[in-house]
């Protein structure tokens, strides 16, 4: 029999304000930041910290949906398949889609009353080289921001026109707040943000430079895309019969560096970690979470395995992420004393067993050139520079590279949804052999720094993985020792 928790909310929707801009309304932001401010505002019993929730290239029809309901949904966090607790949302107060007309964003934007800007607009949504993380200006969408500096079509570019029109009119600044998966995100946001000022002018870059908070985050909630059929389950199971619902884990964590000098709600006390330094904390969660994550995905998917629980199910793929998080990835973090790694690793690996969220492989593949930097290629530096094994990590980057060929060991077809998805397919298309493919895959310098480019034993280690993928499968490479 399954338990269900309802939790409803405690506040009048109608009389709460806008405080919070956020870019990049999906799944995760709904379930994520949301509810955190559903939280506040059920314990103030309202404010003004609601959110206005904006879409700028994709999904006007959920905004539409949204609308349609005054923004208010349900989320389904479940603890497992017999537990789950049923919450009311009503955080979000206005939804926007700003596709050709940013207009009426610029003017939530502008008003006195928006304090802080929250984002979610993942990795690639920044413009900078995943490598080297500094701004495309070889972007088409950036050199069209440089041209048009009033109709924006990026991130980045409608908050260097906010921010623009914001000194115009002699308010203060909004807050900055990155919710992606990218290590100093609140640092990365800066600099692409000043970045494109600095083709404005030098001096409003350095306007923004003195006067705009960008505080960085980490962000931590397994909430994989809606399908119909979690959309059946939440009907059939919880009776919910809301098409806005999203289903996703019991766990949520956000550690946010406190930085807000225009205010913030008091998030302390609806359980975010405010803290003077994320960085130990999301380069664990990077390298730990998303780093296993990517590896289940591209050593599952060659597997033919399809979610994440039933990845893990299989020993020798739990085993190969014990390996990868214990073995090579957990040296190379520099935490702090209290926190106790193998328990966050022994906690990570039930999370994923979860079997409830049915978490796509495929959808985790997603954009893997702008996310294995920060997951596994700068613990490998870290790793070679000491001369210490990465076995685990050379297979992830063999089986990323096998992945974006575009079609399995069967000769079964794939999209691969990519940025560099050209740039890849055409890698293959010209090498033949696998030491040509590694070779060449190996001088991407947008993915690859210098120092990996370079190193012998690394792209070793990635050519021994990828042929004994081809050539014999999988089953092959998944042979770990925890304790080496
Ligand atoms: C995942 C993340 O899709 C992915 O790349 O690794 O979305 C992951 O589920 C979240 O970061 C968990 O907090």
Not at 438 to 464: C, G, M, P, R
């Amino acid at each position: 029999m399954i338990s269900i928790k309802t939790t409803n909310t405690l506040y009048a929707p109608d009389k709460v304000d806008v405080g919070i801009v956020h870019i990049g309304l999906g799944a995760f932001h709904r379930a994520h930041q949301a509810v955190y401010i559903e939280k506040n505002l059920n314990r103030h019993q309202g404010g003004d910290w609601g959110i206005c929730a904006v879409n700028i290239r994709s999904n006007t029809q959920l905004v539409d949906q949204l609308k349609a309901n005054n923004c208010r949904y349900h989320i389904a966090e479940y603890q497992d398949s017999q537990n789950v607790e049923l919450r009311e949302v009503n955080a979000i107060r206005d939804a926007l889609f700003a596709g050709t007309d940013k207009e009426p964003l610029f003017e939530k934007l502008v008003s006195p009353k928006t304090k802080i800007v929250t984002l979610t607009v993942t990795e690639k949504g920044y413009y900078l080289a995943p490598a080297d993380k500094t701004l495309r200006l070889d972007d088409p969408s950036i050199q069209h921001d440089i041209q048009n500096p009033t109709a924006p079509k990026t991130a980045p570019g409608i908050l260097v026109e906010a921010l623009y029109r914001r000194k115009e009119s002699g308010l203060p600044a909004f807050t900055v707040l990155s919710c992606d998966n990218m290590p100093n995100n609140g640092s990365l946001t800066r600099q692409a943000v000043c970045g494109l000022a600095e083709h404005r002018s030098t001096e409003f870059a350095q306007w923004i430079q003195d006067n705009v908070a960008f505080p960085s985050s980490m962000v931590d909630r397994i909430v994989p895309a809606m399908s119909d059929a979690s959309r059946e389950r939440l009907q059939s199971e919880l009776q919910c019969d809301d098409e806005n619902a999203v289903m996703c884990e019991a766990f949520s964590q956000w550690v946010v560096e406190d930085n807000f000098p225009q205010g913030r709600p008091d998030w302390e006390e609806d359980g975010v970690q405010m803290v003077a330094d994320v960085h130990p904390f999301e380069t664990m969660k990077l390298r730990l979470l998303n780093g296993s994550h990517s590896l289940l995905a591209y050593v599952g998917l060659a597997a033919k395995h399809q979610t994440v629980a039933q990845a893990v199910a299989d020993e020798k793929f739990a085993n190969l992420i014990r390996h990868y998080m214990s073995v090579e990835a957990s040296p190379t973090l520099d935490l702090p004393e209290e926190v106790q790694v193998q328990a966050y690793i022994d906690s990570l690996i039930s999370r994923f067993a979860n079997d409830s969220l049915q978490h796509q492989l495929s959808q985790i593949a997603m954009d893997g050139s702008q996310k294995i930097p920060q997951r596994w290629l700068s613990g490998a530096e870290e790793r070679l520079a000491t001369r210490s094994s990465l076995a685990a990590t050379a297979l992830g980057v063999a089986a990323w590279l096998f992945y974006v060929r575009g079609e399995d060991l069967d000769g079964n077809k794939h999209q691969v949804d990519d940025p560099m998805a050209q740039t890849l397919s055409e890698l293959h298309a010209r090498c033949s052999d696998p030491e040509s493919l590694v070779h060449e895959a190996l001088k991407l310098n947008d993915i690859f720094s210098n120092t990996l480019s370079q190193n012998e034993a690394f792209s070793v280690a990635v050519l021994s993985a990828y042929k004994t993928l081809i050539s014999s499968g999988v089953v092959e490479c998944l042979s770990f020792n925890n304790n080496t």
